[in-house]
């Protein structure tokens, strides 16, 4: 076995491996409300670079998608790991958003340097809209328009 199917395989997720039987395809297909969901997920989900943008961009654009969508979703690897972790305390400190779930994880990717695989620590932060952040957008805008 050569290194190159070891790592296919293990980046494959198991899910695709399993091919249902023809009886099950109707529980496969997601319902509509399941098909929304997964959308939105996809338009208020961050995913955030050390190197790219400064972090307050963070801050602002998670306050913008949990205006427009209730939550976000914001994510990162290995060393930007800390800057989510700071985005998130920020809003929470503020009382803009609640902890809604956290998830940790490792993530094979290839190293384009050595072309090796490399486990790379992931984290995904939910944050959902708290009760007093509408109050604080409306202080806010009033303080701005005066």
């Known amino acids: 076995m050569t290194m190159e199917s070891v790592t296919a395989t293990t980046l494959v997720p198991i899910a695709t491996q399993i091919e249902p039987n023809n009886d099950d395809i109707n ?31 963070y801050v602002n654009l998670a306050k913008r998608y949990i205006q427009q969508h209730n939550e976000v979703e914001l994510s990162a690897l290995g060393m930007a790991i800390t800057t989510v972790v700071t985005i998130a305390e920020i809003l929470k400190n503020n009382g803009l958003a609640t902890e809604k779930k956290v998830l940790t994880s490792t993530v094979g990717m290839k190293d384009e340097n050595k072309g090796r695989l ?29």
Request: aromatic letters at 6%.
């Open 118 to 146: 490399v486990q790379k620590a992931k984290i995904e932060i939910v944050l959902g809209k708290s009760e007093k952040f509408d109050d604080y957008c409306k202080h806010n805008t009033s303080a701005r328009d005066k």
């Open 27 to 57: 529980d496969v297909e997601m319902t509509k409300a399941q098909q929304v969901q997964q959308q939105q997920q996809k338009k208020n989900r961050i995913q955030v670079s050390n190197t790219k943008k400064p972090l307050f961009f």
